[in-house]
């Protein structure tokens, strides 16, 4: 990457894409929009015991709902915590009611990207859009949180992955749920602060609250809710929440060590690549941006979550070096 200003994101989709299928069904989630915390979309379920609080959120991206089946599926059975509460929450409903099965893609946000904006200068800035609105209602529970595991899945083919940022709170609790088997770290996005880069999950004791984002596979296809009901069942299991144990310790662990972001509407990739693809040697091209060769700058690097067709400032792929896993606990 050729150094400069940051580029500022294109909010209009890059042009070109191919047609998605979507293999499974919208979820109504009708019965649970009113909740009961006063926030619209979000349910809190106590156990009368002392214990943790965690949160799960689904459709930070409104288009994105293989854990929203997850979650409307725990709140359909009563599903009641061991010990400590659990909040359960659909956070851009406001996206989720625009979302159509023929132009899957466009419902992503209303106004922006809701998984950028978390920071406290945009936080408590005057600036307003639909989805800082609602970044703003939900921070109380947010701010509330021990775990919180953040459900998403992938526009592109893509290997599962569990992303914990880049604190050590989040790698711990990465590798203690163990489900997806790869756990990246990385340090997010030009374009804004995600939801696992927020002060509450990355700043603070070694003790305080942690957050996971899950990937947990290609949008609209039936394996993306299969490992979201895995990985939220880990966390629950972890929290002692849900009984029984954790899988195994998650086998692979890896830093970003590039973050590659377009910085042309030209960005183009030699091939098709595939998240969780290992390229075996430093200097490999995989990607023209405009005039510019892309080009790997380590041996065996992780390419995660390419996206094949990526607009000016977006991120195009972050590239990742495997690191050694500690001891299971």
Not at 21 to 47: C, H, K, M, Q, R
Not at 128 to 152: T, Y
Not at 229 to 253: D, E, K, N, Y
Request: include cysteine.
């Amino acid at each position: 990457m050729s150094s400069g200003s940051t580029p500022v994101p294109s909010i209009a989709p890059p042009p070109g894409l191919p047609v998605f299928p979507v293999n499974i069904a919208a979820p109504d989630l009708s019965p649970y929009v009113a909740g009961n915390t006063g926030i619209p979309g979000f349910t809190i379920l106590e156990s009368g015991i002392d214990g943790p609080h965690v949160v799960l959120v689904s459709l930070i991206h409104g288009n994105e709902f293989a854990g929203a089946i997850a979650l409307a599926e725990l709140l359909a059975e009563n599903f009641k915590p061991l010990r400590g509460k659990l909040t359960l929450g659909f956070a851009n409903l406001a996206a989720y009611t625009r979302f159509d099965p023929a132009n899957p893609v466009a419902s992503r946000f209303v106004e922006e990207d809701l998984n950028r904006v978390w920071d406290d200068f945009t936080l408590f800035g005057v600036r307003r859009s639909a989805e800082l609105d609602r970044a703003r209602e939900i921070k109380p529970i947010i701010d509330s949180a021990d775990i919180l595991l953040d459900l998403h899945s992938m526009l592109w083919p893509a290997d599962p992955v569990l992303l914990c940022g880049a604190g050590p709170r989040g790698r711990a609790l990465g590798l203690a749920v163990g489900t997806p088997a790869l756990v990246v770290a990385d340090t997010g996005h030009a374009g804004g602060k995600r939801l696992i880069d927020y002060g509450r999950f990355t700043e603070g004791s070694p003790q305080g609250a942690a957050c996971l984002l899950v990937e947990a596979g290609q949008h609209w296809h039936q394996e993306a809710v299969e490992q979201s009901r895995a990985t939220i069942s880990a966390v629950l299991r972890h929290a002692g929440m849900l009984h029984g144990a954790c899988p195994a310790q998650a086998g692979r662990f890896a830093e970003v060590v590039q973050l590659v972001t377009a910085r042309t509407n030209r960005f183009v990739f030699v091939r098709d690549f595939r998240g969780g693809e290992i390229i075996p040697e430093a200097g490999t091209l995989i990607a023209h941006d405009g005039d510019e060769e892309i080009r790997t700058p380590e041996d065996n690097l992780i390419m995660v979550m390419p996206s094949l067709k990526v607009s000016h400032g977006h991120t195009a792929v972050r590239l990742a070096r495997a690191c050694p896993v500690q001891s299971p606990r």
